[in-house]
């Protein structure tokens, strides 16, 4: 099976092309109106020391009685490859909070939380920060900036301010997994909990999937039973649409679902509104949701199982009305008439949405850069194959491997963004990470003083941050 597994990755290069070029449309931004705003990693001091792979959450916050406007957050993941099995050496982690301050020059991230500076140990500090939120506390009416980590210890932190000094773990439970979404909803802020370590570590305890409330004085569990269906191993992603929260669940066996709870009338019991993954059930986990012109939209991640056996498998977009009926944007019967993952088989997973200055954008994650990544390095293939491997010498790399990296890499290799302005009409604004393949994912986006901002992931040279637009001036 193992050695079937490393030849189907082979076959999955191989079969892999790409569909389209970018097009500037009839407006909203284009390819060349983005630029880098920071160095690889953020800054190549710290960079170089915890590796900051992922811009794993992303919020713009304006404390009250502030002398500004507010700044752009972003919450990091490190040593990425270590966790996805890729390095054999386990290294403790720092992840770190930082602060867009444009003020100071257009590539500076001011670090406001490093935990490396925290009294925690590798069981209790964060691996990192993957879900934040802007909340104004229902218990006593004071505004936070609240960030949701992952680790073997799950916890909440959150910094009235924002400032260096005073960020503190609000909540924390001894017990593995992580806070992967958050939104506000009728005064709360609810949080999605998924113990994703099990898709890596045969060792980590599985569940699930849950749902939790703050009043910003206490947490409780608002669901815990996976809606009744013990496949629905988490929450990905929630969003407060229409007077009710909507789940977006992982069930890699039935494909995924949404339910609508937490509604109108309190007593009322959840609600499913879409099943087997909408289009198809390679669709195992809806990972994002944004409400955009009346309709939620939400992004699903392809199946992993599937995309190892039988070649790439592209995930799809879908949205849902006010009335609760769905259709499909991408894949099977798209109203827009794109296949899935836009037409690029390798958009394995919709990472991101976001609105700016009326037009829709969507963010992929590539799967290309991962796959040539484990051709390149034969200790990680020997490894799926069963075979002990501890050297991993960059130098060391298989010539027939190298070459195949070569012959079939495909030029839009990297994350891919798009855009409309109607919903069913779809633009590509880039396909190939900036320019950098290694870019395969645009994590996250948020529309900001006139721009709109890109977090990309990048585990093999460190995150980068784009915009696109003209600074509002203040």
Known sequence: MRSFCAVAIVVVLVVSGCNRSPEDGPGGLTEQDFVKISENGLDEQDHAQDQNDYPWSMEY????????????????????????GFQPDRRSAYPEIRRYRPDISPSTWETVLDTREEDLDDHTRPHGFRSMKAYRN????????????????????????????????????????????????NGLLYMSFYNDYSMVDKDAEGGVGMIL????????????????????????????????LYAGTHNPLQGAQVWKLEGPDPDAPPVKIVDGGGPRWLNESF????????????GAQASFLMRMLVG????????IDRDDNWEAVTGRRSIAGERSGFGEPSNAYIWSMCEHD??????????????????????????????????????????????????????????DLYKTQDGYTWY??????????????????????????????????????????TRTAR
Not at 230 to 243: A, D, H, L
Not at 431 to 445: C, I, K, T
């Open 138 to 185: 229902a218990s006593d009416g004071r505004l936070y900036l609240y960030a949701g980590g992952r680790g073997d210890t799950t916890s909440l932190w959150r910094s009235e301010t924002g400032e260096p000094g005073t960020w503190e773990q609000f909540w924390a439970v001894d017990q593995v997994g992580s806070i992967r979404g958050m939104t506000v909803h």
């Open 312 to 319: 790439l498998k592209a995930a799809d977009v879908i949205r």
């Open 358 to 415: 009326g037009w829709f954008y969507v963010g992929t994650y590539d799967i290309m850069p991962g796959l040539t990544y484990m051709l390149t390095h034969p200790g990680f293939v020997l490894g799926i194959m069963g075979i002990d491997c501890t050297r991993d010498d960059p130098e060391d790399k298989l010539l027939l491997l190298t070459s195949t990296e070569m012959v079939f890499w495909r030029k839009n290799a990297g994350a």
């Open 61 to 84: 916050f304006a404390p009250d009685n502030a002398s500004n406007t507010g700044y752009l957050y972003v919450g990091t993941w490190n040593r990425v490859q270590q966790w996805k």
């Open 287 to 298: 990972l994002t949701m944004q409400e955009w012109n009346g309709h939620l939209y939400v």
């Open 213 to 244: 409330a703050t009043d910003g004085a206490r947490v409780w569990t608002v669901l815990q039973d996976g809606f009744g269906n013990k496949r629905n191993v988490g929450i990905f992603t929630i969003e407060s649409f229409n007077g009710w």
């Open 428 to 469: 590509a604004v880039n396909l190939d990470g900036m320019g950098r393949h290694n870019n395969y994912g645009v994590r996250n986006m948020k529309s900001v003083d006139g721009q709109l901002i890109l977090g990309l992931s990048n585990p093999y040279d460190g995150l980068e941050m784009w915009a696109g637009g």
